[in-house]
Each structure stands twice: as structure tokens, then as C-alpha cells.
């Protein structure tokens, strides 16, 4: 039975339509001033090339290896840019993901509302917490998809917390949650605690074994989704991405990454936070949707430590779950507020304000301070790089970049473009990186972290310098049996200076890297080239390996 809606009888919301549209104003605002791209979001423009030069869903022609796990955002630029072919694609992408930013802070607003009931200024504190939130906004300019997952997941959550209350969205909310995996696969995860949410409240609301509901919501979910599985099973010939087996680790203790990811976000945004909302959720008073987001919150929390956490800067996987999360903690504040105020009678209605308000801008200051603080700043927090000899963020004289991720960006576009121009057609690259490198160039590469290869996905894991979550896998003795024309060690080395061999050994990142270089083999048959780009800045030199015979013995 639907429970009834709690805004039923109440006035209409005082502050309008237009205070979320003000919010999402303030975080497109936000997200242009930090203007955060990863390299990662590279590898699915690749995919988008290739598809729209006729090759197909590949990374290199004629190679069918997924090496994606976003489908639908792929899928999404791709028709985009069929349409309007003179765009940007990194453009495009950020603008998107921009635009599904604003989307779920308005979709969390009218949810505060139509859900838990919040006609006032409580009914904005979510989207105030998703406008400063650091991870929220610096994915929104990535280039991957992380704000589509984002918009889609609280969508279909919102329809089902809906339907639960009014009996409404069903169809809605099984349309949405079949599309969810196509943005990632880890999706199936939250649609799975879904259906099993589902089919305990059915059988608890009507005192029996009651699945047909249940059944039709899943018979939709299986049926979309169910299409889509079996062409990408059928094109690619993998029951799961190859990104999956890339990532995967073995012999390296998971877990304690992945609790050290939790704990690392949680300390750095405010554990004190979120305890409003933990004691709410440990009242005896139930509320169907609060459980029922708490549920997927946790739930996705717990698969962020069995997969090790994440690689990426900025706690890419907290983003998923943002909108969630901080609609949860809005729902504490609000209470606490209401259960402090009648207690204190004797108080200025004033002075409780005030005081909750304090902790508020304090809990908002803390859930932006991972950029605020670079980008306010930054002569305060700039670190060094080591493998480049650069400090980031940049204050002008060395260079400008804020984030070490776009430099790596363009320094591989750099190193793409030269071998564009001077390697012969269709040359073989071996690279660490996978995303710029490959992208700005038509060459084939060969992804020595697998993700697009599948050999080295399938590899064991290896712990050659600090372990990183996605980043341990490799071979270096497979990456020479394919003869590449060029080796691009060093984390692709297009630096200030020029490097001869013993400091080159000082460069190499991974498992392939530091494979192929004791590899006497290499050794004999790669020369260290050395090419000056500029006089002056960061990227003056490229340093790479070239094959010593010539390409035509090759072919002969």
C-alpha cells in the first residue's frame, strides 16, 4: 500500500522554482572555475572516433576489446556529434556533464519536497552541499560519465521512493534502473538491492508471499537491459567489460584500500557531517524512502571497499552517490533543527538558527575544502611532481596548470601530435597512459595497464611502486613480443629537460614499465630518442624509445 505523500496540505514551497535554479547557477559557476579534466575521459572519446570513422566500438581497428564501462554516455557523445560533427568532443563532455550536474541538484530540490517534505529553506540544503561538493563538481568537467550515472541513479531512486509513497512512477522506475548498468556496470549492483527492497516491503505490506509486482518491475529491468547484455556479448565476446578484469586485484590486500579510500573522503569532508543523519537513520521512526536511500547508500559504499576503492583524483565513486548521501544529511539537520527547537523554550528562535547555521556553513566549508583550498590558496598547498620536476598548482612563471591531470593531459597531446606528424602510417605505441595519447593520434597503442588489452587484463597484479587502485596490472615481456614501433616509458616523458638512459631508469612507473626495462632484449633493439619541441616551458623535450630496425624489415 502507498504511504501518502507528505508535502499533502502543506503551503507551497516559499522560496519558489527559482532558488535550485540559483543553485545550479552557483555550481556550473563552480564547476568552470576548477575546470577539472582526467585523462581516463580520453579513452571513451577514442571509442566515439572510431565509431563515428565506421571502425566500430573499438579502441583500435580491428581489436574488439571493451574497454569502456559507460555505454550509454559513449553512445550519448557519439549520436551528438554524428549530428553536429564541427563540436569538441572534450567540450561537449564537459558541457554535459555540467548540465546533468544542474539536473540532479534541481531534481534533489524538488525531491526534498515532493518526498521528505521539505517546503522551506531545508528543502535546498542538499543541493547547496552538491554545488560545493568537490568530488560533484570536479567530475561534471572530466570527460567520463561519472554526472550521467549520478542524474540517472537518483532519478530512478526518486521514482521508486515515488511510487512507494503515492503508488506512482512504477514503470518509470523500472525503465530508469535498466538503463542505470548501461552507464556503468556497477548499476546492476543498486538495481539488484532495489528489486530485493521491493519484494521484503511487498511481502511485509500485504502479510504474504505476494512477487507480482516485484516480478513485473523486474521482468521490465531484464527485458531492456536484457537487450542490451546480450549485443555487447555478442560484439565483444566477454560476459563482463575488460576494464572489470584490468581492475581487478590480485595478490594485494583490497579491502584495506578500499577502507582507506572511505576513510580518506570522510576525514577530509567532515566526519561530524554526516552524524546527523546516522542518528536519524537509528531512531525508531521509519520512513520508507530515507531507508530505502540509506540502503543504496550503503550498499554502494560497501562495493567501493570490495573493489579497492579508485584510482582517480577527487573520490570519483562518492560522486555516484552525492545526491543520496547529502539529501540524507540535509534530512538530519532538518530534524535535529526540529527536535532541539521545542526543547529550548526559553531560547531566541534567533540564537538556535544561528547556531545550526554555524555548523552548516562549517559542514559546507569542509565539503568543498579539497578545491577551495588549491584554489584559493594555492601558494599554501602546491606539492611536487616528481617525474616532471614540477610543482602544482602552477603560479604563473613555470607554468599555469591548477591540476597535475590536465597538464597530463596536454603533455600527451603533445607527444600524440609529434608522432602524428613524424611516425610512419599505422605505427605500434606502447603506452601507460591509454586516454589523450591514443585520442589526439591515429596510431595503434597498446594499453600496458590493459584496460584495452586483454592479455594484460587477464594478468596477475603486480606491486611495483605504491599500489593504486586500477593501476597495478601489466607485462612487459608480452608488450615486446608485439615489436612496437615506439615505447613511450616514463609515464609518456614529454618534460623540461632531455633524458639519457640512467636517468630515464628514474622515470618508469607500472608493472610493464619496469618489466620492459630488465629486459635485456630491449635493451638491444630500442634507441632513446630525444626531441626538442620548444625552447622554453614545460614541454620542451619528448623522451621516448624507438625500435632500432627499420619498419619495411618488419613487413619483409
Known sequence: MAEPSPTAGRPRPVLGWYAPVLLALAYALHCRVLNYVSDDGFISFRYVQNWLAGNGMVYNAGERVEGYTNFLWVAFLGAVMRILPSLDLLRLAQFSGILFGCLTIWLVCRCARTVAGETGPW????????????????????????????????????????????????????????????????????????????????????????????????????????????????????????????????????????????????????????????WLLLRRGRRAWRDYFALLVFAYLGYIVYVGGDGLAFFRFIAHIAPLLYLLVQDGYAELYREIHPRLPRAPHWSIGSALGALIAISLAFTTSQSAQIVLFPERHRWFEGHSGLRFPGLGPDHQYRWFDNYFVDRQKVAARWLEQNAPPNSLVASTPAGSIAYHMSHRVIDMLGLNDIHIAHTESGNIGFPRAGHMKGDGKYVLSRRPDYILLGNVAVLPFALDRERFAEKLIRKSEHEIWAEPEFHRDYELVSVRLQEEGVFQYFNFFRRREPKSAESS
Open 123 to 278: 528543502g535546498l540544503l542538499a543541493g547547496a552541499f552538491l554545488a560545493v561538493h568537490t568530488s560533484f563538481v570536479a567530475w561534471a568537467t572530466s570527460g567520463l560519465e561519472t554526472l550521467m550515472f549520478a542524474l540517472l541513479l537518483f532519478s530512478a531512486a526518486y521514482a521508486y521512493a515515488d511510487f512507494l509513497q503515492s503508488g506512482r512512477h512504477f514503470l518509470r522506475s523500472a525503465v530508469l534502473f535498466s538503463l542505470l548498468p548501461m552507464v556503468r556496470p556497477d548499476g546492476l549492483l543498486l538495481v539488484g538491492v532495489t528489486g530485493l527492497h521491493f519484494v521484503v516491503r511487498e511481502c511485509r505490506s500485504r502479510g504474504k508471499l505476494d512477487l507480482k509486482r516485484p516480478l513485473a518491475w523486474g521482468l521490465v529491468v531484464v527485458a531492456i537491459y536484457g537487450a542490451y547484455f546480450v549485443a555487447r556479448h555478442a560484439y565483444y565476446g566477454q560476459l563482463l567489460p575488460n576494464t572489470f578484469y584490468a581492475k581487478v586485484m590480485t595478490g594485494t590486500d583490497q579491502y584495506a584500500l578500499g577502507w582507506k579510500y572511505l576513510r580518506s573522503y570522510f576525514l577530509m569532508n567532515g566526519a561530524f557531517v554526516f552524524l546527523p543523519a546516522i
